[in-house]
């Protein structure tokens, strides 16, 4: 099979790549290196198997051109910071709905029609079931990153109905591991470095989150990808518990052996539109095979360990 | 109070013109003039408490200064017909989803901060609950103009959130009544004037579809704007009942005293992405004090009624 991945070279994206051509795929990697990194393809790039396309979804003559030859899009790019919706109200719609639409028209195009799209927990809003299913309430959107993800969404799922897509949608709770680039433990090493003995916490850290380590959730893909019929297939990513932040906090200074000084700024949320509660019903994931190989705390200390062990993506990051 | 109306020559936008002037407001009407038309803001204009204001949504700068000044925003432009979304896949995005994002923007930009806004019962896509309330199971979208709508509603839910918007987003079945330019009345009625003894029905005419009063609908969108309190309200506006298409079909045969040969061209869908059976829960809308005056009977008769008397409406469509 000839798989296109968008954000290949991305955490989630690069790891993909890496599991795709490891199972002798052809992968073509196609990233505008906005926060993708070239270093997370090394490995990839020792495969004949392999190709880069640099390149960025908004240019949609160059997308058509190198969404040719693909069996399945899997169409991973993306503003992906939740957080700073309001600082640039255009960015989710333009890297997020508008990108989406493009792929899909570059599939139609050139007659793909397999896609697998990354989507997010964050479309349930402030959800009022927990753990939450699939088919929880029509939810009200709560950020404009996950405004666009839902957008995108429903893009594909029209897609599916009126070109004869196969759609595999994934709700993703937040993602740990090797490559991880940004997020809390990414945030709270890095404040840790720069100031041992104090932190600064957003919310008042008791806000409960799920959260999956990458492997687990690159099972689970290909889990769907490869067992799911249904035209479109929506499924939740995530593990069978949370943690609060402060937990998370805890695990992370136990492995550094420090003990900072916790300041909390207060508030059941972290920012605008956080959802003091993330946690997903993986029954539908699991009926199709999948388990979970590794406990949140699990994955919080790998990720520790790899951002020790790379300290270059911190200081690339910080220079950005 | 100053609205600002977005379609507000279009069938429902120049009825909500018509009854906010009449209830004393100032009101600016605008419109592009793709499918709305000055006849039908005839009355408007001999109002001194009305502007006609010609231009695109997609032109942010000249939409960003037509919003100022206003206090409330109905946002009811867009591209309304459902049906042929894959003829021109990308019209949904740039006329539904980009352009409620510019309203967005250049309501913000004006500290504009109220909207109410023309969503529609397609976006429970096929529904499995019936009549189907706000917070039916999270759907999955069948058609791109039904999934331009659900962009549309996220986007605005998610300003709500994060800049302090208030929302009122209405879940319209088709409107019914005067001033109506298209669907499935305007169809039958035109191809009955063409050949009164054969009409071709989409699909097996078993569909089972729910309308609404254009007068109804703009009772109930008043009523929810002066009554809800939320940040964001999401409330079906539709009738207490539905009807078949086969129905429908007959009141407007005996109307006419027509007794045409019926020829269905099959399936339980009018096209692909249609919904075999829309039927909205209105007991939101009805806890806020409205109540529905018109059959659905009555409204078609109504509107064929109005077409009869209207011919340059259908001879004007026909040219463009």
Partial sequence: MRYFVTGGAGFIGSNLVDRLLAAGHHVTAFDNFSTGRHEFLADARTSDRFALD???LLDKAALA????????????AANADVRFGT???DRDLQQNTIATFNVLEAMRLNGVKRIGFSSTGSVYGEAEVFPTPENAPFPVQTSLYAASKVAGEALISAY???FGFQAFIFRFVSILGERYTHGHVFDFYAKLLA???AIEVLGNGKQRKSYLYVQDCI????????RATDPVTVVNLGADEYCQVDDS????CERLGLTPKVNHTGGARGWIGDSPFIFLDTAKLKSLGWRQTLTIREAVVRTLDYLRAN?????????A
């Fill in 311 to 319: 300290p270059w993506v911190l200081e690339s990051r910080h220079a």
């Fill in 87 to 89: 600082d640039h109200p």
């Fill in 249 to 252: 906090l805890g695990w992370i």
């Fill in 195 to 197: 100031n041992p003995h």
């Fill in 65 to 76: 051109r190198a969404v040719a030859g693909h069996d399945v899009v899997f169409h991973l």
């Fill in 219 to 226: 099972n689970a893909i290909l889990t769907v990808v490869e």
């Fill in 54 to 56: 640099e390149g960025d």
């Fill in 160 to 162: 599916a109905t009126g």
